[in-house]
């Protein structure tokens, strides 16, 4: 039977405008029917980014992101998954205002920034103090961090500081971030030496920016991970051609790894992949 490949989808993100693609998604209608598109062409996971409603700027605003999940469960069951890292590079927030949504709306999941690094011409802040406050946090309410790694020294974090301590329920899911100017470059080498650096018995996608996002999928799936796709890290859907929607760039994640002999899980097989249901 072909392996099933878990396809998530971050339709929106903090950093892309409308000026840089009037396809980004921002009333809670468009982020539910993206989603909903988007897991009816193979994404079983979602993972959303807050936009103000009146300005379309990134936002920490709970009720938006209250009002996304909403839109999305009214419409698919696409596994929720909010960010804790967008709002720290492009807000400066704090720790308890990047956490907050995810406190107040248990998610089933959440991401969990692994280090701090330069992200561009910006400083992303993720000291040890604070991947220790995530991950207690995250622990306690339930909710299932996917470590967000963009070089080799944020898995060593992610083991010393996370699972050495026992802070961690449940196995490991990686989401490793290939192409940020800052991270770990998007090439197969760079994938290849932070998939031997994972600890064993657990999960891991690539999350490669801009062109590498389907090629480099591609190649994940072939190695035993996942992919993730989306407006959030790509806004293209083939050389200067701009990615009309979220599903668009799933349809053509999904066809290549059906070419390649994968199948994309569903929303269910999702969880069960992932530790969130039992079989
Ligand atoms: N946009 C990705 C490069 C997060 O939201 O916590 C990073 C990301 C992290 O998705
Ligand atoms: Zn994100």
């Known amino acids: 039977m072909a392996r099933k490949v878990i396809v998530t989808v971050a339709p929106v993100g903090s950093i892309p405008t409308r000026a840089d693609s009037p396809h980004i998604p921002i009333t809670p209608d468009e982020v539910g029917e993206e989603v909903r598109r988007s897991v009816e062409a193979g994404a079983a ?22 009002s996304y999940i909403e839109a999305v469960r009214s419409r698919c069951d696409a596994v929720t998954q909010i960010t804790t890292g967008g709002g720290a590079v492009t807000l400066n927030l704090t720790p308890g205002e990047r956490i907050k949504a995810v ?15 330069n992200f561009g011409r910006k400083i992303f802040s993720n000291p040890p103090n604070v991947i220790e406050l995530f991950a207690k946090e995250m622990a306690a309410a339930g909710v299932k961090p ?19 301590p026992g802070l961690l329920r449940g196995t490991p899911r990686f989401g490793i971030v290939l192409g940020i100017q800052g991270g ?65 760039l799933v349809e053509k994640a999904v ?25």
């Open 146 to 164: 996917e470590f967000e790694v963009y070089d080799p020294g944020m898995i060593a974090n992610v083991k010393r500081l996370v699972i050495g």
């Open 184 to 248: 770990i470059p998007a090439t197969v080498p760079d994938l290849q030496h932070m998939v031997a650096s994972l600890p064993a018995g657990g999960s891991w996608q690539a999350i490669a920016i801009g062109k590498d996002q389907i090629p480099l999928g591609a190649v994940a799936a072939v190695m035993g991970g996942d992919l993730r796709v989306g407006l959030e890290d790509n806004l293209y859907v083939s050389k200067g051609a701009l990615a009309r929607s979220n599903a668009e």
């Open 45 to 66: 996971v979602a993972h959303l980014h807050a936009r103000d409603q009146a300005t379309g700027a990134p936002t920490s605003d709970v009720a938006v992101y209250r």
């Open 103 to 117: 406190l107040d709306l248990k998610p089933e999941m959440a991401s969990l920034n692994a280090g701090s690094m």
């Open 255 to 279: 066809r290549v790894i059906r070419d390649l002999g994968f199948e994309p899980a569903t929303p269910a097989e999702a969880r069960v992949q992932l530790g969130l249901a039992c079989e």
